[in-house]
């Protein structure tokens, strides 16, 4: 059994591994212009730093599962996750999406597999991970946005805050309405208690050994290729394309064409280049406070969704299946669209 395993394994891999081959030559081919260089930097690198941190949080995700942390891991998160009828699994997960979204993400698809959490379980508390996310990258940007924009950024980051807390507040009630008191799961405190006996380090230790490679390996047939469409898409420039356009569609009714500059850029630059050109503006005085915060949130809405499809879509498919992974992260988005743009609409209302 053990070796039909291995052989369809090794044959899923290299159909994987041929497949992208012949989307990097599509690419060579349609942008001859693609040079060796561009190909390691964009493609071959940021590929193998993204499967080893998929396989670190596989890792950690298996282990925190099989050294029975689930309950420790989900004791902060315990009454909000109970009040909203998720259990403690979900809360585990939400306590280390603080730490690394992969892990996260990999706990969630396990616990699902094992049947220890349903469907809309695990479609709630991704999205609820949102929350975590907005903490795990707020060093990296606040302190930069703010020396940019100065108060606008701190409006900014307040208003999509507040969006992600609402976002919070809703999924938590939903889960509360819809699921039911006691989860389809059985008792966890029960299952907790059936563990098997044996000493924590050895059964961790083959659970790592039975599970995480055959995992690393699903992940792997799936991530490679679908990277590899990626990285082909944005040289070919599909994806400055769907920005511009959106862009280009975008209601200036409330955002000025001077503060739509700012959208272009936040859009089709990187991701504080937007800032910048925000600072350089109100600096000038060719925009108000007001102005800004709108515009930002702006470029927020237009430019995130498609940055997560081009930097998510390919491990949320690899950690889940195709389908499951392309429907969270597409919902996932629309729910976070949807805050933002109604926290915007209430600031241009009261401010």
């Not at 992208?20 to 071959?44: D, Y």
């Not at 998929?54 to 996750?81: D, N």
Request: proline share 5%; charged share 15%.
């Amino acid at each position: 059994m053990s070796r039909r395993r291995n052989k369809r394994s090794t044959r899923s891999l290299l159909v994987s591994l041929g497949l992208a081959a012949i989307i990097l030559l599509a690419g060579l081919h349609l942008a001859p212009h693609m040079s060796s260089r561009q190909v390691f930097s964009g493609l071959i690198r940021p590929l193998g730093q993204l499967m080893l941190t998929i396989a670190l949080g596989l890792l950690i995700g298996q282990v925190i599962e099989a050294a029975g942390w689930t309950r420790a891991f989900s004791t902060l998160a315990r009454p909000l996750f109970r009040f909203g009828r998720l259990g403690d699994r979900c809360g585990a997960a939400f306590i280390a999406a603080f730490a690394s979204g992969v892990a996260a993400n990999a706990m969630l698809q396990n616990f699902y597999q094992e049947e220890k959490i349903n469907r809309q379980q695990l479609y709630l508390t991704n999205f609820l991970n949102q929350l975590p996310a907005f903490f795990l990258h707020l060093p990296t940007t606040f302190f930069t946005v703010i020396s940019m924009t100065g108060a606008a950024g701190v409006l900014y980051f307040a208003l999509t805050f507040l969006a992600v807390l609402l976002r919070t507040l809703v999924l938590i009630g939903y889960g509360r309405w819809r699921l039911p008191a006691t989860p389809p799961t059985a008792d966890e405190s029960a299952a907790h208690a059936a563990e098997p006996s044996a000493p924590r380090s050895k059964r961790v230790w083959a659970a790592i050994r039975e599970k995480l490679p055959q995992r690393i390996l699903r992940v792997g047939v799936l991530v490679v290729p679908i990277y590899t469409a990626v990285f082909v898409f944005n040289r070919l420039g599909l994806f400055a394309a769907a920005r511009d356009w959106l862009a280009d569609r975008v209601v200036t009714a409330f955002v000025p064409m001077e503060s739509l500059s700012i959208v272009v850029l936040s859009f089709v630059a990187e991701f504080t280049s937007g800032f910048a050109a925000a600072g350089a503006l109100m600096d000038a005085g060719m925009l108000t406070t007001q102005q800004t915060v709108l515009a930002l949130l702006t470029g927020n809405v237009l430019a995130f969704p498609i940055r997560a499809l081009r930097h998510q879509l390919p491990h949320y498919m690899g950690i889940y299946s195709p389908r499951m992974g392309a429907e969270l992260l597409v919902l996932g988005q629309a729910f976070r669209v949807v805050s933002i743009i109604g926290v915007g609409v209430l600031y241009h209302l009261v401010a």
